[in-house]
């Protein structure tokens, strides 16, 4: 069976003192409403990585991610902040390949898969985002722009590094827009996603990755998105920073499984 997984990405919001306490309501919460299937992912910037580890520590179905993190191990890379690093202040899971990484700083396929590899190599799991752009959906490339996503990065890792990776679906047209995927919209694309990766590796793999979707999920069009058969949670930007809604949809991807 597979995970199922709702991440809240901070993104570049929150100071020190808002970041714990988000953190802590978030984990009080899920201490009284869990589920054995369920992990909750918090993803805040890099500087509260350490205080908000702390904070969920003891919290069962709960862990850190960074939102991004340097291919390589060490070395003059002013700024940069590395996967042992990471892992280091407590985090699991990196995020890689959001599409404001991709399209504000220009982070390539090729880049995307060296950061794939290093978090990989040192035990972080990657949830690894893809999504096309509206004008690729427009033009009905959608399906082609995320198989040359997969081609052009973790298709390259081999069956065990795959195994390690968290799927998100982020159409960019719905991030951070209020104009969220339909539900039959991500079902479709999430078991393509799926039927591609039993194409490339084997169905047993693609029946296990857990594939969230990401783009204005809310309270409201969490559950009709996480009752699809192929989408296996969410990650949340925007709702993620208050805690009421991100308990609700905590609640709604828990209902989903009841
Ligand atoms: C995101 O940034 O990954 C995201 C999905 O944002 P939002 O939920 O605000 O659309």
Redesign the pocket.
Known sequence: MRLKVVAG?W?MNKTYGEALMLATEVAYDASKVHHQRLLTILAPPFPFLSAVSRSIEGTEGMAVAAQNCHQEEAGAFTGEVSVPMIISAGARFVIIG???RRMIFNESNELLLQKTKSAINHGLKPIF?VGETKAQRDSGKHFETIKEQLDETIFHLNEFSFLEIII?Y?PVW????GV?ASAAQAQEMHAFIRQTISGKFNQKLGDSVSIIY????SPKNAKEIFSCKDVDG???????LNTEDFSNIRKAMISCLE
């Open positions: 990405n993104k959001h599409s404001e985002c998100a982020e719905a991030i951070g827009t969220n990401g783009g204005s999920v969410g990650l949340i930007g925007g709702a993620a």
